[in-house]
Structure formats: C-alpha cells, structure tokens
C-alpha cells in the first residue's frame, strides 16, 4: 500500500503546474474560446427555432450547452484578467486595453444593426424607420448594457423572438463588472493573497446556493451574477493558486465522477464549473498535434459570439432555415465570416493601439492634475 501511495504521488508531482503552462507562451486558449462561442450557437440554433420553453437536447441535468460555455468563457476570462493584472497592475493600461475588447466591436455591430440591417428586416418604411427614436437610442442601450437583448425598431416580425437583434449581449455587462472588480481586488491588495481569493470564492459559492432557494423570490440579476461571480472567481482562484495546481488527467476524471454523482442537485452547477475549469488547463496546455499552429489561431471567438443570434434570427425571418440542424450548417460559417471581419478589420487593429492608447489617456490625466 506504502509503495502504491508513493507510486501516486510520484505520478502528481510529476505532472506540470498551471504555473509552468502559462510560463510555456504556447496554449490552446483562443481555439477553446472558439469552441466555446460556437457552443453558445449550437445551443441557441434549438431556442431560435423552438422558443424558449421547450428544452434544449443538448444537455445534462438541465444544463444546455449554451449555458455552459458562457460559464467556461467566465472561468478562462477569470484565470487570464487576474493573471494580466498582476503581471502588470497599471489599472490606465489595464482599463484601456478592457475597453478596447469589448466596445469598439459592440458598437460596430449596434450600428450597422441601427443603419444598415435593421431597414431590412423591419416592417416599417424607411421614413418610420430612421425617424423612430428607437433607431437611435439602440445604440445608446447597447454601450450602456441596457436593453441589450433588444434591437432596432420592428424587427423580425413573425420571429420567435420577434424585436430582439442580439440577445447574447446580456452576458456582457457581467463581464464588466468582473473586469472592476478585478481592478479593486487588486487595488486595495487582496488579489495578492491566495487566502483572501480563496476565502471570496468560498462566498461566492455559498451566495449561489443561496440566492437559488426559490422560497426567496430573489431577483434574476441576482442570480446571473452570483453564476458568473462563481465562475470568474474558480478562474481568478486557480490563477492564484497556479504553483500547485497540477495538470492531472486522472485529477480530472475524479472531478468528473464527482460531478455526475452531484446530479441533478443544485450543487451540479459549482461541480461541473469545475470540470469545465480541469477541461480547460487540460486541453489548453495539452501537448496536441499541430499545438504551435492551434495557438497562433486568430481570435474570432467575439465576433462569432456578438454575430450568431442576429444571423440565426435573419435566417428564420428569411425562411432559409426553419429547424436546428439547417440552421447549425449556415450560421455556422456565416458566423465565422462575420467573427473574421471583425477581428480582422476592427478588432486586432483597436487591440494594437492599447499601449499608444493608455499613454495618451495618462499624459492627459497627468496634465490635468498639475493644472
């Protein structure tokens, strides 16, 4: 028995840590994003055509596909936010380069829907249409993480979700709450104790549980953010923890075994955040065939995720596709197109002007203070 358990721990020590995967520069992160952003379209490609009262078929003790690669988005965001902060904490570098993540393609997309699709798909004529405030003040909604699921004035009449242009984007607000947060962890110097992060994440948990007792009647803001708190958190926590987390495939089918014996009980949910975090060190750092290529993979993850509910809803509203797996074959590489036009035209060259764009920002606020 001695020498099995020594046989074992010879075999842990011996696998690498998240530590020394990040220190490797080569991951397959961005391909996961990808992967990720295309199960959120697989799982919304039943909701456009059924509604979302009938359930998903892909799905595990009522967790759809759709709602577990948005919780892995949060869990890898969590792991590579945190680790970005504390390789470099200059929060005017660090908000600007948030910034130009998420907004410039936002408001790309909310004004090509405004001005150039929306007339397409509405059922007003071009005068109601661009007079409607509602052309205008879409734009406005979407920067401001309003009415985000909303859209354009009269679109798609006889959709399902007839009015609504880009229902994925609530997510979004979420991650802008993370992204301060991270900022004021490390501000006031808890992100550099492990305990601390650890201690957060345990509440985290415990608030999760708690705001699903339906006998509370909380509201459903509450509940979204308790989910994404939790999954930001596992991602910040195993950053944290980096130096002893290993990189264990046995580690991983034992958090699986677990999970599934968790189900269906409320704590399914925090068990099978965990395998998605082990599947994501897992396959991220995984010694692949074709490894170097896969990683030097441009990250069109965005574009598809922000691009996929309007291309499935202008495919129903045109009857090109009217059931799930039609509607898979041709969103899928419309998606792709529209995540590449936005990588390669707006989003990678915003990206190269963080440095020159927090410089700026921070001789202006430099003046002003010695004004």
Not at 101 to 121: D, N, Q, T
Not at 196 to 217: C, D, H, K, Q, T
Not at 320 to 347: F, H, K, Q
Request: hydrophobic content about 55%; proline content about 6%.
């Amino acid at each position: 028995m001695k020498n099995k358990n020594n046989k074992l721990l010879s075999f842990w020590h011996q696998s690498p840590t998240v530590e020394q995967g990040l220190a490797g520069g080569i991951n397959l992160f961005t391909p996961l994003r990808m992967v990720m952003a295309l199960g959120v379209l697989l799982g919304h490609s039943y909701v456009i055509n059924f509604g979302p009262d009938i359930p998903e078929p892909l799905s595990l003790f009522n967790m759809t596909i759709s709602y577990v690669a948005v919780n892995g988005f949060f869990i890898l965001s969590g792991l590579l936010i945190t680790r970005s902060i504390d390789r470099n904490p200059d929060f005017i570098r660090f908000f600007t380069a948030r910034f130009l993540r998420l907004f410039p393609a936002m408001f790309a997309m909310a004004i090509l829907a405004s001005f150039v699709f929306g007339p397409l798909v509405s059922d007003l004529s071009p005068a109601a249409y661009f007079t409607d405030p509602m052309t205008w003040r879409y734009v406005a909604n979407i920067l401001s993480f309003g009415d985000t699921a909303g859209g354009p004035p009269q679109i798609f009449p006889g959709n399902l979700f007839e009015g609504e242009w880009s229902a994925s984007l609530w997510t979004l607000r979420y991650e802008a709450i993370a992204y301060v947060g991270t900022a004021v962890l490390a501000w006031i110097g808890v992100s550099r104790s492990r305990q601390l992060m650890l201690a957060i994440f345990v509440l985290s948990v415990a608030a999760f549980m708690l705001v699903r007792i339906e006998a509370l009647g909380l509201p459903v803001q509450l509940e979204d953010l308790s989910r994404f708190a939790v999954t930001y958190m596992l991602g910040a926590v195993i950053y944290c923890y980096r130096d002893v987390i290993r990189l264990s495939w046995g580690v991983g089918a034992l958090i699986c075994g677990l999970a599934l014996l968790s189900g269906p009980t409320v704590s399914f949910e925090i068990m099978l955040n965990f395998v998605l975090a082990a599947g994501i060190l897992l396959i991220g750092f995984a010694k692949l065939p074709g490894r170097l290529q896969m990683s030097k993979m441009p990250d069109f993850s965005y574009g598809v995720y922000i691009w996929q509910w309007p291309i499935m809803q202008a495919l129903w509203y045109y009857n090109l596709a009217r059931d799930p797996y039609t509607m898979m074959a041709l969103a899928i590489p419309a998606s792709v197109i529209m995540g590449a036009l936005s990588w390669y035209l707006l989003e990678k060259p915003v990206l190269a002007l963080k440095d020159p764009a927090a410089i700026w920002l921070r001789s202006k606020i430099t003046a002003r203070k010695t004004a």
